[in-house]
């Protein structure tokens, strides 16, 4: 019985950690945070935030595999659109619950979509 509890407190945790980490991505992009609880309006947000036109949601949604490419691609543009490689779009992709909060919370700052420098 108290497995079960701690299990569940470890996904609420888990859980929470990525709702602010998210959040906190939006927030240093220059967009609303809340925008990041919104589903489906929080991948159109994400697009603009990578630089990417809002009709690859329409892939995640509706085209099997392609949006495992599409996702994938996501994630690369997030880790470029904030100074990070290759290295930190595997961490992630494999570790999100990990590599969410480190983005949000950590010392990186936008640059622009899909790591382009922000015009002014």
Known sequence: MELNI????LIVVIALLQI???WK????AGKAGWKSLIPIYNIIVWLQIIGK???????LLFVPIADIIIMILMYHG???SFGKGAGFTVGLVLLGF???PILGFGR???IGPG????TA
């Open 53 to 59: 036109p809002w009709w690859w949601m329409l892939l």
């Open 108 to 110: 990186a700052q936008y």
């Open 25 to 28: 991505i939006f927030s240093k």
């Open 6 to 9: 701690i299990h569940i407190i």
């Open 20 to 22: 602010v980490g998210l």
């Open 115 to 118: 790591g382009a420098p922000k």
């Open 78 to 80: 997030l880790s470029k």
């Open 98 to 100: 990990i590599f969410v």
